[in-house]
């Protein structure tokens, strides 16, 4: 069939078969379609959906449009984390080198920004140096001998997932399940793992942003990664706020490595108890340890005596990125920034955060892309300086914009003043964990 017979029967809302999916992925993979087609087909899938058997056909064409990993031998549980997506959530920062220092190997393959949200291979590339692209070869060789490498989608490990996350970012179609399914699944899935621990986002900073839906993304996910034969779980976790203090590429690491250093301020705890939950849940599926309390008690220990951040320091290295930043971690802060307040005219509670605009706004300014081959600066960011539930006086700071000129500050301060509900009454509190499926 001819991409164009694919694209119309999607368009009118038939489901394809296993043959026209194969063809889809090859084509994407080989160049047989071009980007207007693939992203023609992506927009009718979003649209009209894709039924279970077509989601697993598009998991499975994608899994095998690159390589499965044999990692039987590295002598180690294998157990990876992904998140859904959300903004200032830079857990995998900290949960691989964790993990690893626990006796895990974390074989993770992330991907970059996606639509409003950062993604990990954009954080770790705003360390100086730092490769993400390692041949399979390599990433097997670092993951036996320092239980954790990191890297992206390649043309050799989900090679359809890496051209088909850019052009949903850039098109506007990731919040579908059955395309995320297939997105995190065709990497996770390729990377021969005995336990998936999942980081489902939901709120107004996550793909999905009501409770059922990020709990039917969670289901789809753990239904996927089960099937497959890997022990899956999900835990669905807030998204209404940025998580911890800072948003952008540079600034995330900062603070994982602050945390790493043991030297967290209070703004940056929820990104310490988030990783710690997940990192526990990792532990736990790997047969490390038999329960969550155990489990964080290990992860206390070695972030205490600083093994964490000797195995985050250790990645750095072989992956050629420079390791001065675990012991001067100020050197991820660009010195040439503006800082640019963000004040409250209202006084009262902070109720809410649009935390989607956020992430855009910080996008807007270069913290992300509009067009797949734009260039990331990832110097630039925000830092949230209240969190819902915070009381404010008129005058007060909401946060700060880190930015390259006035210009690029007077595009979005506005928009992320009005980001921020303040009200007289005091919002109910959200648990940072609000479910977990398995
Ligand atoms: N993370 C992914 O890897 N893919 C998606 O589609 C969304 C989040």
């Known amino acids: 069939m001819r991409p164009q017979e694919i694209i119309e ?44 058997a077509e989601q697993d ?30 903004v200032g959530d830079k857990t995998s920062l900290i949960i691989a080198p964790v993990a690893a220092a626990c006796g895990l190997a974390v074989p993770m393959i992330s ?16 360390i100086p140096g730092y490769s993400i692209e390692l041949s399979a070869e390599r990433f097997k060789e670092l993951l036996a001998k320092n239980g954790y490498a990191m890297i992206g989608q390649t043309g050799e490990i989900a090679p359809a997932d890496k051209k088909l996350y850019a052009m949903r970012d850039a098109t506007g179609t990731v919040p579908c399940i059955p395309l995320i399914v297939a997105s995190i699944m065709s990497k996770k899935l390729a990377e021969d793992l005995d336990a998936l621990v999942l980081d489902v986002k939901t709120g107004t900073g996550a793909f999905m942003q009501t409770m059922p839906d990020s709990l039917a993304l969670a289901e789809a996910l753990v239904e996927t990664g089960k099937s497959f034969g890997v022990n899956t779980l999900a835990v669905v976790s807030d998204m209404n706020q940025p998580l911890g203090k800072f948003v952008g590429n540079a600034l995330e690491v900062y603070e994982c490595l602050k945390i790493l250093r043991g030297e967290a301020d209070e703004s940056m705890h929820p ?30 220990e070695v972030l205490a005596c600083g093994a964490a951040l000797e195995k985050f320091r250790e990645n750095v290295e072989v992956q050629s990125g420079d390791p001065r930043i675990c012991d001067d971690p100020e050197m991820l802060v ?19 955060i649009d935390t989607r605009t956020l992430g855009n706004s910080i996008s807007e ?25 915070d009381e ?11 930015c390259r000129d006035h210009d690029q500050a007077d595009r979005i301060i506005n928009r992320l003043q009005a980001a921020h509900t303040v009200a007289e009454h005091l919002p109910v509190k959200q648990n940072l964990v609000r479910a977990v499926v398995s």
């Not at 009118?12 to 992925?25: A, C, H, T």
């Not at 991907?111 to 705003?126: M, N, S």
């Not at 990104?271 to 992860?299: P, Q, Y």
Request: some cysteine.
């Open 9 to 52: 029967k999607k368009r009118v809302g038939r489901p394809l078969s296993k043959d026209e999916i194969d063809d889809f992925i090859d084509g994407v993979c080989n160049g047989a379609w071009a980007d207007y087609q693939v992203s023609a087909l992506v927009m009718a899938m979003f649209i009209r959906g894709l039924d279970q």
């Open 57 to 86: 056909e598009l998991t499975r064409a994608m899994i095998h449009s690159g390589k499965v990993l044999d990692l039987s031998d590295v002598g180690r549980p294998v157990v990876d984390k992904h998140s859904t997506g959300g």
């Open 111 to 126: 991907g970059r920004g996606l639509g409003h949200t950062g993604g990990t291979l954009d954080k770790l590339e705003a």
């Open 271 to 300: 990104t310490l108890e988030l990783s710690t939950e997940l990192t526990a849940r990792m532990l736990v599926a790997g047969g490390l340890v038999n329960s969550i309390e155990a489990a964080k008690g290990t992860i206390g």
């Open 334 to 352: 660009c010195k040439d920034l503006m800082s640019v307040p963000v004040i409250t005219e209202t006084a009262g509670y902070v109720t809410g």
């Open 365 to 389: 300014i270069g913290g992300g892309r509009t067009k797949a081959e734009d260039r990331v600066d990832h110097a630039v960011g925000y830092a949230c300086s209240v969190k819902i539930g």
């Open 392 to 402: 404010v006086g008129v005058g007060d700071e909401l946060g700060i914009i880190y």
